[in-house]
């Protein structure tokens, strides 16, 4: 018995594997925007996926490609990764729209888009083979075209007896992951002149660069320049542009930002110093002379990679000697080496440059056979002998923007050329807020490290150093971690932030979520979260909010994997101000001695409520009654009764008052109700004021005088006896309209109406 119990436990589980699985597919639900795209534009498309088999298949990701054949082959490209919900048998997502660049290395002409479902095998499923899915072909244009993907341009700034090619590999990495654009290169030679001496503003740059310029995603900088104009020379002769003093940089610097921002139209940069380029970047950033007109440094992130915040002297280490990045030697007796000096090799002083001190040649000279060319540390053109110089270390830096190091650590002692300590930017300015990230590699090998630099350009996770973004733009980022220690951060949190010109509809969609779940938050300019959602890995999510005039904080976060710096995120925002409500109708009509009134109305996204107003001359009007907006898309329909018009016409008018307060008044619409040829009562002067007057066609005799409001209450209460005529002290009663009531000795009831203005 135990025996058959056993197999039919194996023939069940051998049941489940044939006939309970899972088969995951692309269904023939697709659509692309255009079939023509050039390299950089957006390809945009939808589709959806769905499990044939009939058990749940669980969350999985979804791959696509553009390849020239129909097949997967070493010349398809990957796009991007995409998560997918877990789904039920039988069912599909909801349509999942993707949008992203076209990478550099497609080959134009035909292609086709491939998407390749549960491409890391999360899914057991019965047909392994029909994962991916063919549509309309599409036209890979080869132009190519530079667009602005990024919140912030980037400037990629080389460091010692180097130039722009340090960053060669990097960018080609950029253009074929991601699809983002290079916008040129901006070329410096920092030591025009040829004396000795080189002052400040000692520099040219070659201008015809600013005009080459395009609007795009990153730009490098050079100083591989001689004083032809010559970039790279191939002379023997020494330049020293590209080991000139950092004050220097720090111009060239302020240069190539104001031409950037100038181009993009873009607020701010973001700066990328490899080795000295960071300390030319923090020269920048810490010199507020040095700023743009605005007296503003225009700066949302400063990456470092490799830079010797604490100084390096290891210039003339056979180390440095090998990784030379253009095959020559650094000039030992250059302003560049004089500046990095973590301590002089004589004196045994701090490098005056970093850590200030005394600028004179007895602290300064350091080297066995001369002197540095240059002791004139600020560059001023002055003998300053005996003048103490504040060190970069020394000077405030700003914490208002974002802060991250590249170090390299675990190869011989540093990166070979950078302690690093040295590298940590943390270690001088304890309590900036810098993220760490810790590579095993040479110096000249740290800007090949793609994936760690783009870790290290990771969006802000602080709301008042968040990147500011505009509507109507698509914008990339990633998810990735922002710590050396992803256990301590555990989520990436992405934060951004934008204004609202004026009361409308936000819209708000995020394309390409790699993360099983994705969370995302809506906060007000006080940090509130007024709107919080998850994706639940669905890979596409959208909202529509209506909101005020303000600034607001658009948040988007999770649990990232070591696979998600790869396929970088998309977000829109999209505003719409609200439109004054349109009246499509309104309608007025006398039915029984009652005034019915209809309107219908559409573009309420911001309307609060409808008053209705009644005036009995068109000059004098009061209120008798209000209604709720549905303040809903679409059209809605309206209505309103007033049970009591006056005799004669009575005018109408509706008050459309929005959220804000701002109103609008329709067009007025009227009814004339008579008056019964044997009315016994009449109140004139009626629109009254103060006082009026009750007129009876006989003697009044112990009658009763009651006036209510439009609601019904009873407001005041007066006797008549013996009269034609009744005084009414009406002076109390608001603005408005009111029912007249006289009951008689023998509880005979007569009406009129009247109109207090």
């Known amino acids: 018995m135990k025996q058959k119990f056993t197999l039919g436990i194996l023939f069940s589980f051998f049941s489940l594997f044939l006939f309970g699985q899972a088969d995951l597919i692309v269904t023939n639900n697709f659509s692309v925007q255009t079939t023509n795209v050039s390299i950089g534009n957006y390809l945009t498309f939808k589709f959806r996926v769905r499990n044939n088999g009939n058990i749940v298949a669980p969350k999985s990701h979804t791959l696509i490609y553009v390849s020239p054949t129909t097949n997967i082959t070493a010349n398809s490209v990957e796009l991007t990764t995409i998560s997918t919900e877990a789904l039920a048998a039988n069912t599909e997502t909801q349509d999942i729209n993707y949008t992203y660049p076209l990478p550099f290395n497609c080959t134009s002409g035909t292609n086709y888009i491939i998407i390749q479902v549960d491409s890391r095998n999360e899914v057991v499923e019965s047909n392994e083979a029909n994962y991916y899915y063919l549509p309309t072909t599409i036209t890979v244009n080869s132009t190519i075209v530079g667009q602005q993907n990024l919140p912030y341009p980037i400037i990629f700034?080389?460091?010692?007896?180097?130039?722009?090619?340090?960053?060669?590999?990097?960018?080609?990495?950029?253009?074929?992951?991601?699809?983002?654009?290079?916008?040129?290169?901006?070329?410096?030679?920092?030591?025009?002149?040829?004396?000795?001496?080189?002052?400040?503003?000692?520099?040219?740059?070659r201008w015809s660069d600013t005009l080459s310029l395009t609007a795009a995603d990153f730009y490098t900088i050079n100083f591989d320049v001689d004083r032809n104009g010559t970039i790279h020379p191939t002379s023997s002769t020494t330049v020293l542009s590209n080991q000139a003093a950092i004050v220097k940089q720090g111009l060239a610097v302020k240069d190539a930002i104001k031409y950037v921002l100038k181009k993009t139209g873009r607020d701010k940069v973001i700066l990328v110093g490899h080795s000295m380029g960071g300390l030319a970047s923090r020269e920048y950033l810490q010199n507020s002379s040095l700023w743009q007109p605005d007296n503003k440094h225009h700066v949302a992130k400063l990456l470092t990679v490799?830079?010797?915040h604490g100084g390096s002297n290891a210039s003339l280490s056979a180390l440095a000697l090998i990784t030379s990045i253009n095959g020559t030697t650094p000039d030992e007796h250059s302003e560049a080496i004089r500046d990095l000096k973590t301590s002089y090799f004589y004196s045994l002083q701090p490098g005056v440059y970093l850590f200030g001190g005394t600028e004179d040649y007895a602290t300064m000279n350091d080297i066995l056979l001369a002197n540095f060319y240059n002791v004139d540390v600020n560059c001023d053109g002055i003998d300053n002998s005996g003048v103490t110089i504040q060190g970069l270390n020394q000077k405030s830096i700003s914490n208002t923007l974002n802060y991250s190091c590249i170090i390299g650590d675990g190869i011989i002692v540093g990166d070979g050329v950078v302690y690093a300590a040295n590298a940590n930017l943390k270690n001088y300015y304890n309590t900036l807020p810098v993220d760490t990230f810790i590579v095993s590699a040479l110096h000249t090998a740290l800007p090949k490290q793609t994936e760690t630099i783009v870790k290290g350009l990771d969006e802000s996770n602080e709301y008042n150093r968040s990147y500011d973004i505009k509507t109507s733009q698509i914008y990339f980022g990633n998810f990735s971690?922002?710590?050396?220690?992803?256990?301590?951060?555990?989520?990436?949190?992405?934060?951004?932030k934008f204004s609202v010109p004026q009361n409308g509809v936000l819209n708000i969609k995020v394309y390409n979520i790699t993360l099983p779940k994705c969370y995302i938050n809506?906060?007000?300019?006080?940090?509130?979260?007024?709107?919080?959602?998850?994706?639940?890995?669905?890979?596409?999510w959208e909202l529509n909010r209506t909101l005020n005039t303000g600034k607001y904080y658009f948040e988007?976060?999770?649990?990232?994997?070591?696979?998600?710096?790869?396929?970088?995120?998309?977000?829109?925002?999209?505003?719409?101000?609200?439109?004054?409500?349109?009246?499509l109708d309104f309608v007025?009509?006398?039915?029984?001695?009652?005034?019915?009134?209809?309107?219908?109305?559409?573009?309420?996204?911001?309307?609060?409520?409808?008053?209705?107003?009644?005036?009995?001359?068109?000059?004098?009007?009061?209120?008798?009654?209000?209604?709720?907006?549905?303040?809903?898309?679409?059209?809605?329909?309206?209505?309103?009764?007033?049970?009591?018009?006056?005799f004669g016409i009575n005018y109408y008018r509706l008050k459309m008052i929005?959220?804000?307060?701002?109103?609008?008044?329709?067009?007025?619409?009227t009814v004339e109700l008579n008056k019964p040829k044997n009315s016994l009562f009449v109140v004139a002067p009626n629109p009254a004021k103060g006082h009026t007057t009750l007129f009876s066609k006989s003697i009044i005799k112990n009658a009763v005088i009651e006036i209510y409001n439009v609601e019904g209450s009873l407001l005041l209460k007066q006797n008549a006896t013996d009269s034609y005529k009744v005084d009414l002290d009406i002076s109390k009663l608001p603005q408005g309209f009111y029912l007249v009531k006289i009951i008689d000795a023998n509880n005979s009831v007569n009406s009129v109406k009247m109109a207090v203005y």
Request: with cysteine.
């Open 556 to 583: 988007v976060f999770g649990n990232t994997d070591a696979k998600a710096w790869r396929n970088p995120y998309a977000f829109k925002l999209s505003f719409t101000p609200t439109l004054p409500v349109t009246l």
């Open 658 to 669: 929005d959220k804000d307060g701002k109103f609008t008044y329709s067009e007025v619409r």
């Open 306 to 308: 490799g830079t010797p």
């Open 157 to 205: 700034i080389h460091g010692l007896n180097s130039d722009n090619k340090t960053w060669d590999n990097l960018l080609i990495d950029f253009q074929k992951f991601y699809g983002w654009s290079f916008g040129g290169n901006l070329n410096y030679c920092l030591n025009q002149s040829a004396t000795s001496t080189y002052k400040y503003d000692d520099y040219k740059p």
């Open 522 to 540: 809506l906060l007000d300019s006080t940090q509130n979260i007024i709107y919080k959602d998850s994706t639940n890995g669905q890979g596409y």
């Open 588 to 646: 007025a009509t006398l039915k029984d001695n009652q005034t019915f009134l209809k309107w219908t109305a559409t573009n309420e996204i911001n309307t609060a409520i409808f008053t209705i107003e009644k005036s009995i001359n068109g000059v004098e009007w009061a209120a008798i009654g209000n209604v709720n907006a549905v303040n809903m898309f679409g059209i809605n329909n309206y209505n309103f009764n007033d049970a009591n018009p006056n």
């Open 481 to 496: 971690t922002q710590s050396q220690d992803p256990s301590s951060y555990p989520y990436d949190y992405d934060d951004y």
